[in-house]
C-alpha cells in the first residue's frame, strides 16, 4: 500500500498526477497546497471525493509544516513552485523564496523518512535558455546540454536559477543522505486546467472572437506534451528503478510544429475557419525548441501517445464553456 505525497497537488500537473494514482485503490495519496494558484474546482473536488485522497492546505515554506507530517511516505512528487512569466516578472522574490526553501526544507525532511524509494523534483526546459540564448544549443536538447546562467540582474533569471539550485538540492542532499530522487525537466506540457496564461487557451480566445489572427515567428517551431503523457511518463519515472539518480526531459519530440500550423491546428480543432496575419518574428525568439527524449525511452520504453491535434481536441472540450471565466 504505497503512501505517496504530492506538492503542488491541486496545481495543473499535480492534480492530473493525483488522478492517475489514486485510480489505483491501493495508493494512499495526501496532497499539499497553499492554494495560492492551484483552485479547488469541481475536477480537484472530484479527486479529493475519493477515499484514498487527503488534501491538506499548507505552507511548504515553513518549515514547522514538514513536523505535522507523517513519516512513512514511500513516493514524494515535489510539484509546488511559483511559476509563469507573469509571476517571474513581478514576483521575483517569490520565486526564490518559495522555489529554493520548498526543495530544501522537503529534503530536509526526506531525511527522517525510512521508507522513501524516491522523490520526485519537477524541473524545467526553461534551464536550457541561458545557454540556447548565449551560445546556441543542441536541438532536439539532450539532457546532456551544458548550463548557461542567463542576466542574473534580471528577474527572468531567477526561475531557472531556481530550478538549478534544485537539481542540485536533489543530486548532493541524494549522495549525503542516501536519498532516492529523479528529476524531470517538462517542456511544454498543456491540456485541461492549465489556466490561460497559455499559448493555447490564448488562441482559444483569440480565435473564437476574431477571423484574421496575428502570427509571429510563424515558422519557429515548438513541440508540445499532452498532459496525459506528462502524467505517465512522471510516474513511470518515479517508479522505474532505471532512472534513480537520473535527470530525465519529458516532452513530445515526435510533436515539433511550426507555429503556424499550431494555429491552423488548434481554429479546426474549433472548426473555425481564419486567415494568418503572419508578423516578423520576434527578437530573441529561438527558430527551434524541442527536447531530444531519446533518454527516457532508453531507459523505460516510454513513448508518448497524444497526438497534437488529438490532444487540443480533447483540451478544448474542457475550455470552450470556461473561455469567459480566465483566470491565472
Ligand atoms: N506546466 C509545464 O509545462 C511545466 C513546464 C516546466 C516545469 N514545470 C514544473 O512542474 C511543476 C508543476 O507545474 P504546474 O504547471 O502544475 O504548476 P501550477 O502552478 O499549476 O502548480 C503548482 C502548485 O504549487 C502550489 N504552491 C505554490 N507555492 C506553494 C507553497 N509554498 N506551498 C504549497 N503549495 C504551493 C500552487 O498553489 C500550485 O497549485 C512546477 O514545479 C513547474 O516548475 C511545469
Not at 94 to 100: D, E, G, S, Y
Not at 147 to 163: A, E, G, Q, V
Not at 299 to 305: C, S
Request: proline residues 6%; hydrophobic residues 40%; charged residues 20%.
Amino acid at each position: 500500500m504505497p503512501n505517496i505525497l504530492i506538492t503542488g497537488g491541486a496545481g495543473f500537473i499535480g492534480q492530473a498526477i493525483t488522478r492517475a494514482l489514486s485510480d489505483n485503490p491501493n495508493n494512499h495519496i495526501t496532497l499539499v497546497d497553499n492554494l495560492t494558484r492551484g483552485r479547488i474546482d469541481a475536477d480537484l473536488q472530484s479527486v479529493l471525493d475519493r477515499d484514498n485522497v487527503r488534501f491538506l492546505q499548507g505552507d511548504i515554506t515553513d518549515a514547522a509544516f514538514f513536523d505535522t507530517l507523517p513519516t512513512n511516505f514511500d513516493y514524494i512528487y515535489h510539484l509546488a513552485a511559483v511559476i509563469g512569466v507573469r509571476n517571474v516578472m513581478e514576483k521575483p522574490d517569490k520565486v526564490l523564496l518559495v522555489n529554493a526553501v520548498s526543495t530544501l526544507y522537503l529534503f530536509e525532511y526526506a531525511k527522517r523518512l525510512p521508507n522513501l524509494k524516491r522523490i520526485l523534483f519537477s524541473s524545467t526546459s526553461e534551464i536550457y535558455a541561458g545557454t540556447l540564448k548565449h551560445f546556441g544549443i543542441t536541438v532536439p536538447t539532450p539532457e546532456t546540454e551544458p548550463l548557461t546562467l542567463d542576466d542574473i540582474t534580471s528577474p527572468r533569471t531567477t526561475y531557472m536559477l531556481s530550478k538549478m539550485y534544485g537539481e542540485s538540492i536533489a543530486f548532493n542532499y541524494g549522495r549525503l543522505y542516501n536519498i532516492p530522487f529523479t528529476v524531470v525537466r517538462y517542456h511544454n506540457v498543456y491540456g485541461p486546467r492549465m489556466g490561460f496564461l497559455h499559448v493555447v487557451p490564448e488562441m482559444f480566445i483569440k480565435i473564437r472572437d476574431n477571423d484574421t489572427i496575428d502570427v509571429a515567428s510563424p515558422t519557429h517551431t515548438r513541440a508540445f506534451c499532452y498532459i496525459d503523457d506528462a502524467v505517465a511518463s512522471t510516474i513511470l519515472v518515479t517508479e522505474h528503478p532505471q532512472t534513480q539518480g537520473e535527470i530525465i526531459n519529458i516532452g513530445n519530440q515526435e510533436q515539433e510544429i511550426a507555429i503556424r500550423d499550431l494555429v491552423r491546428t488548434i481554429a479546426k480543432v474549433m472548426g473555425k475557419s481564419i486567415t494568418l496575419n503572419e508578423l516578423p518574428d520576434t527578437p530573441g525568439s529561438p527558430a527551434r525548441r524541442c527536447p531530444d527524449t531519446s533518454k527516457i525511452k532508453l531507459l523505460t520504453g516510454f513513448e508518448p501517445k497524444v497526438a497534437l491535434e488529438e490532444g487540443i481536441t480533447r483540451m478544448y472540450a474542457w475550455y470552450k464553456d470556461k473561455l469567459d471565466s480566465r483566470h491565472e
